[in-house]
């Protein structure tokens, strides 16, 4: 969750949050190594704001035992020219995540 809160998803015209589910099918303790893959599972353009569009986002975090302590899909409203520069600011995001790893 703080990696989240701390990285955010830089938007730029900002995003509106639609929806989110959270999960934590484990317990993480004191001297986890986490690791977080996360995905654009689908990217929909809207019909009545061209510019714009929803994106659904999903992340996994992982113990070091490969147990999946936290699942997160979020549902964004976000600002958009094309559907190129619609998905550009999330493709930045998974290269932060990668980064970090």
Do not use: C, K
Not at 39 to 65: D, M
Not at 93 to 98: A, G
């Amino acid at each position: 969750m703080r990696l989240l809160v701390d990285g955010g998803v830089p938007v730029a015209g900002g995003l509106i949050g639609r929806s989110v589910e959270l999960e934590w099918p484990h317990p993480t303790g004191p001297g986890d190594v986490l690791h977080v893959d996360s995905e654009i599972v689908e990217i929909v353009p809207s019909r009545s704001h061209p510019g714009g569009g929803t994106v659904v986002s999903r992340g996994e975090t992982r113990n070091q035992r490969g147990e999946v302590v936290q699942i997160i899909t979020v549902r964004l409203i976000v600002p958009a020219r094309s559907r190129r520069a619609l998905i550009a600011p999330f493709m930045s995001f998974n290269s932060y995540l990668s980064d970090i790893r």
